[in-house]
DNA sequence: TAGTGGTCTAGACCACTGC
DNA sequence: CAGTGGTCTAGACCACTAT
């Protein structure tokens, strides 16, 4: 950095100092190394520890730094793929996907889902709850509707909610034959609930992957998945079988 | 403060705040209307101005709001739905769709880009601009890397850059037979000149889709597009033909 | 208990938009 | 020009984590 026009640019404090910090990050700290706390680095820089800590919100949403209350600031690993679609299409739970299926309620979707599904508003569907852990990290929530229509023999199963019950539907489900998926993702911030699952604050941002599995010429299950946006890259196809571990970038010096 | 329960649960006032603008919007507001300005509003809820602006930046993170500087903070309509990946893998620029050339520099790539495409560290590559826009509004920005391996032919062609050499690079990218493509989607912030072009502020979040286009078993170009977190709803797949517009929810009262 | 990040305040000034 | 959102400050207190 050195130099700093004057002329023409009042770039805002927190922008500069975040691509001081950026090349700071990149040469001088290592992975998971822990930075000098708030006041110090505010101080350190000459500015308040409220344009500070822009600066690092910023660097936290490009998922350089991770921030844990009571404990401290540290460089976060490169962001890890999880692959999110591939070539062939599958329900969810089928083959072993990296998914844990943990709870499931007959309840109200909310209204957006029951328009996809096309079921009553007040309708009770099959509402999965599952969890999607990579390299020993929680790095997904969601939610699984599916209408009692596309699992008309689920009435024997005995469990009425809890863990096997969620696995008996998705059995069910693989039943049907599957006929195409629409996913869309869509930035977020984590709710409540969804925060508490995945290690983070409410708010949080998050990248919501919302997917329509098709069978039988409707809708027959609609996935509302979150995932973290600050440890995550969702990654679709496989490009012929090349499946290289991606993220270059970043190293320590 | 007046009171407010002391009971176990001190949810942050912008937390609360964000809920109960998020009423507001849902029963008060129609798409496109102004809402009073910050300085009001944070009166009439009885916080300081900081506190509103975080439940603001919250809701906007959302989709929810847009708030222009100098004119004020808008109600905004439901994300659009922008296609980004389908069943049928084309070239960038191959048919019609919906991005514009804008121009084309040979330039070194970055680090994250070169090892991608196998080239040399310093070695110029094709580096072509284009834009998308949707519904007339800017919805994202791109940079397409293309090594000179890739398009060998291109040393006949004039225009040493600008709209019509990109078109150039584009037309002989195309008589490469498309192999596969690799995708992932992250999240980032925009660069000073993405958020020109996307007319945002620096720093906006923003939806980064990487993509590797592979032909002759190699990475024949990469191309990198940021899309506006705020107003865009990535789209994958095609779903059987079925392609319905999306994103129900919202509605004025 | 000491130290961290998270929340909140009440002000100030700046940059931009529109009239 | 007046009015808007964007930036910045200097403080205070709270919630959480580790020791």
Redesign the pocket.
């Known amino acids: 950095m050195g130099t700093t026009q004057l002329e023409t640019v009042?770039?805002?404090?927190?922008?500069?100092?975040k691509n001081v910090l950026t090349e700071a990050l990149d040469s001088e700290f290592s992975v998971g190394e822990?930075?000098?706390?708030?006041?110090?680095?505010?101080a350190r820089y000459?500015?308040?520890?409220?344009?500070?800590?822009?600066a690092?919100e910023q660097l936290e949403l490009e998922g350089r730094l991770q921030?844990?209350?009571?404990?401290?600031?540290t460089v976060a690993p490169p962001r890890m793929g999880v692959a999110v679609g591939s070539e062939e299409q599958t329900w969810p739970g089928e083959g072993d996907d990296a998914w844990q299926a943990a709870d499931c309620q007959a309840a109200p979707a909310p209204p957006a889902v029951t328009e996809l599904l096309e079921t009553g508003r007040e309708e009770d569907v099959h509402t999965v709850r599952r969890t999607r852990v990579s390299h020993g990290q929680p790095v997904a929530a969601e939610l699984l509707y599916v209408p009692d229509a596309s699992v008309p023999d689920l009435s024997g199963i005995d469990a009425p909610s809890g863990a096997a019950r969620a696995r008996a539907v998705l059995r069910e489900l693989h039943r049907l034959e599957l006929e195409g998926e629409y996913r869309a993702v869509e930035l977020g911030s984590a709710s409540a609930e969804d925060a508490k699952e995945l290690d983070r604050?409410?708010?949080s941002p998050v990248l919501v992957v919302t997917t329509r599995f098709y069978a039988g010429g409707r809708t027959a299950a609609v996935s509302v998945a979150t995932y973290r946006a600050d440890t995550c890259r969702l990654t679709f196809g496989d490009a012929g079988g090349v499946e290289i571990d991606p993220t270059p970038e970043r190293r320590a010096s």
Chains 1, 2 share one sequence.
Do not use: C, F, S
Request: glycine content about 10%; overall charge positive; cysteine-free.
């Open positions: 009042p770039e805002p404090k927190y922008w500069h100092l822990i930075l000098p706390n708030e006041r110090d680095l505010a000459g500015v308040a520890r409220a344009t500070l800590r822009q690092l921030r844990r209350r009571g404990v401290g600031t604050l409410p708010g």
